[in-house]
């Protein structure tokens, strides 16, 4: 078989599992092997299966259902366009950023994608210099400012997958996760709030919106009560949206962990509830139970997963979608479902 039409397979084979659509050019070495040491193993043991576009052609064009589109006709190309020639191998086109890999200098160049995005940008920066100095921070190199482009290390270490980590116990890899969002929340002071005033700001961003349907109301009201159980919530500095998929392991056991655009101040648990529910909505073979997560906290386990569910069932509004707020509380009801096979009082 031509090398070519191998790399062809690869991307064909890999890319269609990821949540992002990602341009490379498969006749680049590089870019092939990218794809297979980044990307396998969260393909092997997630349960997603949407199939998206792909690069197959060295032009740096993808293939649809549909039709072929070149990465020049994206909406957004303007952004990316400084950057093109610095290397055209792989091209991840996220959420919020233009991932551009640079092999030759072992960098990724993130470029946001529209200045509406600014806070996201803002975050990702705080965050990384407040934590610079520990192991699991990938290495910030340079920041642009004024084009919100920003280099970093490139991460090249083995993705989080909970069936390579057999070997690992599951009480000291709890132990490990704690620790990270221990040193995470004393990089700045915690925020010590009354519960009452908290709950009463997070479901009034909720039901003050005329999206807010008869079941979003129910729902949000009884995660209230429940969580109206804690005096008091301490808000932490905290990721934000710390997934198994955000960690990379090293093959001496150090961790990096990436994504800190979400960052900010949220309940001190919100990290590590976040890992869990993650981990059982993601993965087919869990690591860590909540309990194992939670067991020193001394506060009532329903009232603080109440609390996140309550947390995250205001981001369709703080991302001014709040049309999405009705499917947004149908999903986090399942997830609040799973959660009550170890918190049995989880009302759901």
Partial sequence: MPLSKQRNDIGTSLIRFLSYPVFFDPESPRAAGYVMEHFWAIRSCTRTRRLLKFLVDPAIRRAGKRDRERLADHPRFDRL??????????????RRFFRVIDFDRREVINILKSDDLKAYYDNE???????????????????????KVF???????????????????PVTFADRLKEIVRQVRNSAPVRPVGAGDYLAGLTGEILSRPEADEQVRRYVRLWEESASRLDRVELAFSHGDFRPDQLFFARDGSVRIIDWENSGYFSRHRDLIGFYVNERWLYR????????????????????CSLFLLELATV???IGRPSLLPVSISSLRKVAKRMSREIPGLEY
């Fill in 125 to 147: 920066l705080t965050a990384r210099r407040r934590l610079s100095g520990l192991e699991f921070i990938p290495r910030l190199i340079e920041t642009d400012e004024e084009k």
């Fill in 81 to 94: 366009r400084p950057y093109f020639e610095v290397n055209t191998e792989v091209v991840i086109d996220a």
């Fill in 151 to 169: 280099r970093e290390e490139y991460v090249c270490e083995r993705p989080f997958k909970s069936g390579s980590l057999r070997d690992l116990d």
């Fill in 285 to 304: 073979n869990p690591v860590v139970s909540l309990e194992s997560l939670l067991e020193a906290s001394g506060r009532p386990l329903e009232a603080v």
């Fill in 316 to 318: 369709p509004v703080r």
